[in-house]
């Protein structure tokens, strides 16, 4: 849910804010997408937009509207733009993929400002999720930590969610401490580094029919136990199969789908049958 915040504006634009949406004029709260939706061009919600990147990051939510929305009101007054909210609106929208989110933000972002280290990094991190170099991926993403870890760690989200533990509490003093610390390896950044983990299981899961386990290790970044468990967690939740094998020979049988799965790619509603066609061959003769 989005939130609401109390926000100290001129009389002008409460007085336009309370007639567009149909109220008497009154101080009240008002969510920032309404305050998109509702004029999306006026610069006194600017620190507002910079907030609710804030927000977004903390809090693990996500509004591509009103992200795209602060980069317009950037370019109005490129004054006020901020390397580091630009910074986080990039890897909040690297964490929506496969949707096109970084794309689209950085159409809004001059190229001088695109010229900044930081952004730089991000976009070459967006190259090889696009072109599904993780490997390569994950060694960038390693070495520029302290760039991504802006995005806080979420372990109980990530245990309960893709270790299937009931509760970190109960385990921390077992071996499954050492799965958390490997899950982490290389960057605190667990909020973003369990979202790229998903859009890696993604791309697998239209590649491949069987996915051997060093490749799956090499794509989500994850080996031993910590894998292990990951893996233990999807045959349960997810639909995976084992089959009969240990360590590097073992494979993964994810669940069919059209795209791993041609035979079961449905016929598109606008194609035209065959039948059809037959009957152009005698007008066209």
């Known amino acids: 849910m989005a939130k609401c915040w109390h926000l100290l504006l001129s009389n002008s634009w409460l007085l336009g804010f309370d007639r567009a949406m149909g109220r008497e004029p009154q101080q009240v709260s008002y969510t920032v997408e309404q305050l998109v939706s509702v004029n999306p061009y006026n610069p006194d919600i600017l620190t507002e937009l910079e907030n609710y990147v804030n ?21 109005f007054d490129p004054t006020r733009l901020s390397i580091a909210i ?51 991926f994950w060694d960038e993403a390693a070495k520029n930590h302290s760039l991504l870890e802006v995005v806080p760690a979420n372990v109980d989200g990530y245990i309960a969610n893709h270790l299937g533990l009931v ?75 084992l089959e009969k094998g240990t360590g590097r020979s073992q494979l993964i049988v994810l669940p069919r789908n059209e795209f791993n799965h041609p035979g079961l790619k449905k016929n598109s509603s606008d194609g035209m049958p065959f039948e059809h066609i037959t009957r152009i061959f005698p007008v066209l003769s």
């Not at 994850?222 to 639909?239: C, M, P, Q, R, W």
């Open 55 to 75: 927000e977004q990051v903390s809090s693990q939510t996500y509004s591509l509207d009103a992200n795209l929305c602060l980069l317009r009101l950037y370019q």
């Open 167 to 241: 509760s970190i509490k109960e385990e921390l003093n077992n071996v499954e401490m050492t799965v958390i610390q490997l899950s982490y390896g290389h960057f605190s950044g667990a909020g973003f580094e369990q979202a790229i983990q998903a859009y890696a299981i993604h791309v697998l899961s239209l590649s491949y029919q069987k996915v051997p386990r060093p490749v799956l290790a090499e794509t989500i970044n994850i080996e031993g136990l910590s894998l292990d468990k990951f893996i233990e967690y999807h045959v349960a939740n997810s639909g995976w199969v």
């Open 86 to 136: 630009v910074v986080r609106i990039l890897i909040k929208a690297l964490m929506a993929m496969p949707a096109p989110d970084f794309s689209l933000c950085l159409f809004l972002i001059p190229e001088p400002v695109q010229a900044d280290e930081q952004i730089k990094t991000l976009i070459v991190l967006s190259h090889y999720l696009e072109t599904a170099r993780f490997r390569q």
